[in-house]
Structure formats: C-alpha cells, structure tokens
T-cell receptor
Framework: NAGVTQTPKFQVLKTGQSMTLQCAQD?????MYWYRQDPGMGLRLIYY???????DKGEVPNGYNVSRLNKREFSLRLESAAPSQTSVYFC?????????????FGEGSRLTVL | AQSVAQPEDQVNVAEGNPLTVKCTYS??????LFWYVQYPNRGLQFLLK??????LVKGSYGFEAEFNKSQTSFHLKKPSALVSDSALYFC??????????FGSGTRLSIRP
C-alpha cells in the first residue's frame, strides 16, 4: 500500500526557474495538504484542499500555486523559484478533513534553489 | 485564527524517567489537537489526537496526552522513556475548514 507518494524526492533549481511538485494518494482521502519544513520553523501550511475542486491558502502561500487535479492528486507549483523557497516540502492527506482526522504524510521533497 | 506554541526546542530525559513535551494552543471554537513524531529523513507519523471526550488520550508507543481546556494546553507524556523515543515531536491544532496548523517542534533526546 503506497499511501502518499511525492515526486521528485530531490531537486536543485536556479533562481527564476519553475517546477512542479507532484503528490498522489491512494487512500481515497478527501483532503490534501502541502507543508514546508524549515529548521526552527516547524511545519508551515502552504495550501490545502478540503475536497476535490477546492483549494485554500494556508500560512505561507506567496510564491506558490496549487492544483487539485482529481481526488488522488494535488500538485504544488513554483513559478519563479527564489532561494527563500529552499526547504523540504511535505504532502499530506486526510480522510475526514484535517480538523478531525489524522494526516498521512509523504516522505518529503528536498528542494534547493541556488 | 489558530496557532500552536511549543515552548521548548529540546527536551533531555534519562532512559526510564517520565517525559513531558509541552504544547499550548489558540483556536476559535472547539479545538482538535494532535501529536506527530518525525524520525530523521522521514515524514511525520500520527501519535494521538483529542477531538472530544476524556481529557487523557492514549496513543501509539505508550504515549499519552492531557487536554486542559482552562490552560489551553495539550502536553505529551510518557511514564518511562526509551532511547528509541528520541525524535522530533510536533503538536498540531485543527480548527474550521479542514485547516491544520503545526507548532515549531520539540526535539526529544533520551540518554541511556
């Protein structure tokens, strides 16, 4: 059982380049999330999707866009990468919605922007 | 708006001793509270949650947490620490509209 799968696991970009982080879950979960993890900052919510067809901003949405392609997939796009976006990105999903149901996390995507 | 505070960056405990990792929260309405653990180079794993009911919640690996509404706290506890409990622990709060916010994390170090 794969759970939550993120690709790529590692990526190096130059400032100004664009890229998309892909996330897919096979648990038929309704809600999906993107977080970034930085030392000393914990996990900060970038965007979330409570259900298919909806997306909402989290704590730190600037510089990012998301697409809930279908119930399984939730992608995160950096249109013009900046060094401040160097981070580890985690995708997560939840069956009941994040406010009551536990999150299942992917293994993370480590992004470096030079 | 909802928020979570974990006041200790690191907690050091000797193996066999009890441990406490502190968490306080702020949220409008009923709080939905969670603890997660992260091992090196891995995603987060769910430990336990409080939605409603008993203030003492039991979770995985012998951990428990006590919900205190008057102090807006949800501290993580374990009666007897193991070296294998050493990891990064996150408290999180859910509020309206499926939004979940995490604290900054506490690194737990258990010495043999």
């Amino acid at each position: 059982n794969a759970g939550v799968t993120q690709t790529p696991k590692f990526q190096v970009l130059k400032t100004g380049q664009s890229m998309t982080l892909q996330c897919a879950q096979d648990m038929n979960h309704n809600s999906m999330y993107w977080y970034r993890q930085d030392p000393g900052m914990g996990l900060r919510l970038i965007y979330y999707s409570a259900s298919e067809g909806t997306t909402d901003k989290g704590e730190v949405p600037n510089g990012y866009n998301v697409s809930r392609l279908n119930k399984r997939e939730f992608s995160l796009r950096l249109e013009s990468a900046a060094p401040s976006q160097t981070s580890v990105y985690f995708c997560a999903s939840s069956a009941l919605g994040g406010n009551t149901g536990e999150l299942f996390f992917g293994e993370g995507s480590r992004l470096t922007v030079l | 708006a909802q928020s979570v505070a974990q006041p200790e960056d690191q907690v050091n405990v000797a193996e066999g001793n009890p441990l406490t990792v502190k968490c306080t929260y702020s949220v409008s309405g009923n709080p939905y509270l969670f603890w997660y653990v992260q091992y090196p180079n891995r995603g987060l794993q769910f430990l336990l949650k409080y939605i409603t009911g008993d203030n003492l919640v039991k979770g995985s690996y012998g951990f428990e947490a006590e919900f205190n509404k008057s102090q807006t706290s949800f501290h993580l506890k374990k009666p007897s620490a193991l070296v294998s409990d050493s990891a990064l622990y996150f408290c999180a709060v859910g509020g309206s509209a499926s939004k979940i916010i995490f604290g900054s994390g506490t690194r737990l170090s258990i010495r043999p």
